[in-house]
């Protein structure tokens, strides 16, 4: 029984000293700006369409009646079978499978040459590729994905990581979610989205706690974005605060020790 309401007084002691200053107004996703609109409706934003850029790399799948032709256009998925073998044997990292971007936005394909994608979307892409190839294969159809949409996601979260995301579309909300949600430190009123476009960097802000983040321009992400939760003060001086308080817990589990024989 002692023991029992020695550890109670200890966890509800430390418990105190580290949260009582952490609101719910702080922790609350998408809270409302007015009580009386809480089951009110909301437009849903466009869906982010991704425009292919330089550096991007798209798996191209073609498929006709003619399966020589099909192994031609899709030569990297053999290659890809070899280095996964080969990678098994020497733990190598596998190699970039598809057709790259390069510096010029154009891809090359087999007997089409050099086709300008940049600036278009996977849409587009594949509807353009169906076009060239038709003269060369008979009912060719065309699966363009766009592979290294990725995402990083930084500070104060669960896991932070680099994440791969194979739809080509993904949200704030649900890379939090990728990476664990937010820790118990993590401002939530300030999460900063890092993203460059035509050669600029941009630096948005998204508030969680807002039903307004849907409204945001950063609510969708781009690929190569790059989401950082900033820490709460609650962290940073968190270590000072166990410091000051050490000296008190001393004397009062002594006093309670005493007290308890």
């Known amino acids: 029984m002692k023991n029992r309401i020695f550890r109670n007084f200890l966890f509800l002691f430390i418990s105190f000293g580290f949260f009582s200053c952490v609101s719910q107004k702080d922790v609350t996703y998408f809270q409302s700006t007015n009580t009386k609109d809480s089951l009110t ?4 934003q466009q869906a982010y369409v991704i425009k292919l850029q330089t550096g991007d790399i798209l798996s191209v799948m073609v498929n006709s009646l003619s399966p020589e032709a099909n192994s031609m256009f899709n030569p990297y998925v053999e290659a890809s079978r070899a280095n996964t073998s080969q990678n098994i044997t020497n733990n190598a990292p596998a190699a970039a499978e598809g057709y790259l971007i390069d510096v010029d936005g154009n891809i090359t394909l087999p007997l089409v040459g050099k086709l300008k ?29 766009l592979i290294n949409f990725k995402i990083s996601i930084l500070g104060e979260v669960v896991r932070p990581s680099v994440y791969t995301i194979p739809n080509e579309q993904i949200t704030v909300p ?10 118990i430190y993590g401002k939530r009123k300030n999460i900063m989205v890092v993203r460059e476009t035509d050669g600029k960097r941009e630096f948005g802000h998204v508030d969680l706690t807002s039903r307004n983040m849907f409204n945001s321009p950063y609510y969708y992400l781009h690929a190569n ?33 005493v007290i308890l024989k």
């Open 41 to 44: 409706a909301m437009n849903v």
């Open 117 to 145: 994608v940049s600036g278009l979307t996977v849409k587009q892409t594949t509807d353009l590729i169906t076009e060239k190839l038709d003269k060369y294969l008979q009912q060719p159809t065309v699966n363009v994905r």
């Open 174 to 183: 649900q890379a939090l979610a990728l990476a664990g949600d937010l820790t």
């Open 225 to 257: 974005d790059v989401v950082y939760v900033e820490p709460s003060s609650g962290k940073l001086t968190s270590t000072d605060r166990l410091v000051q308080l050490l000296p008190l817990l001393i004397s009062a589990v002594s006093l309670l020790t």
